[in-house]
């Protein structure tokens, strides 16, 4: 059974720093990443990364996130600098495996007061 267990949410304040991770089980998965969804707005992509390592941010984030991933440890972590309150979202860890099944996190509140 594939799980994902997001942690490292919480409240921050403007300019701050953050870092989630995600751990997987259940799978091994050729890419994973984050997303982020806003109260009342779709869920957007945030950065992916690859198996290889090869990685993929939003412009948004660009220079001010990164995401990093331990392939023994099944884990990806995302390392978020310099927040800004229009990075208040809900954050939900993905995960895809080779033949391309998609999964989950239940998501993490990140939250930037101003």
């Known amino acids: 059974q594939v799980q994902l267990v997001e942690s490292g949410g919480g409240l921050v304040q403007f300019g701050g720093s953050l870092s989630l991770s995600c751990a997987a089980s259940g799978s091994i998965f050729s890419i994973m990443g984050w997303y982020r969804q806003a109260p009342g707005k779709q869920r957007d992509l945030v950065a992916t990364?690859?198996?290889?390592?090869?990685?993929n941010y939003a412009d948004s984030v660009k220079g001010r996130f990164t995401i990093s991933r331990d392939n023994a440890k099944n884990t990806v972590y995302l390392q978020m600098n310099s927040l800004k309150p229009d990075d208040t979202a809900g954050y939900y860890c993905?995960?895809?495996?080779?033949?391309?099944?998609?999964?989950w996190g239940k998501g993490t509140l990140v939250t930037v007061s101003s």
């Open positions: 993905n995960a895809v495996r080779v033949l391309g099944e998609n999964y």
């Open positions: 990364i690859t198996s290889t390592g090869r990685t």
